[in-house]
């Protein structure tokens, strides 16, 4: 049973930082694209960025470019978005999920396995 699970959320300051790591498990050669996405209740689910099994692939949203960065350990088969500079805008409910492609538009209908979703609360 192929399975994803988020860590590292949690309340932090403005302009402070945060890492999200995405588990996978349960898939056959390893994880192939794995985006991460945020969802913030009477908002549209966002593409926050996406990396290929390879990891030369990378997208990022505008909203976050220059601040957040997507990584994978293939080995570990575990993906970090390091999140910094943190804004009140970056709150929400981040979840990672696996797909066939990573490309700009970072569309989450084509990502078919999601995880249960990690808290982020940036406040004062």
């Known amino acids: 049973q192929v399975q994803l699970v988020e860590s590292g959320g949690g309340l932090v300051h403005p302009g402070g930082s945060l890492r999200l790591s995405c588990a996978a498990s349960?898939?056959?050669?390893?994880?192939?694209?794995i985006g991460w996405f945020r969802q913030v209740p009477g908002k549209e689910r966002e593409g926050v960025s996406c990396?290929?099994?390879?990891?030369?692939?990378?997208h990022y949203a505008d909203s976050v470019k220059g601040r957040f960065t997507i990584s994978r350990d293939n080995a570990k088969t575990t993906v970090y978005l390091e999140m910094d500079t943190l804004t009140s805008d970056d709150t929400g409910v981040y979840y990672c999920?696996?797909?066939?492609?990573?490309?700009?538009?970072?569309?989450?209908?084509?990502?078919?396995?999601w995880g249960q979703g990690t808290q982020v609360t940036v406040s004062s």
């Open positions: 349960g898939f056959i050669g390893g994880p192939s694209t």
């Open positions: 999920a696996a797909g066939p492609l990573c490309i700009e538009t970072l569309p989450g209908r084509l990502f078919s396995t």
């Open positions: 990396i290929s099994r390879s990891g030369t692939i990378i």
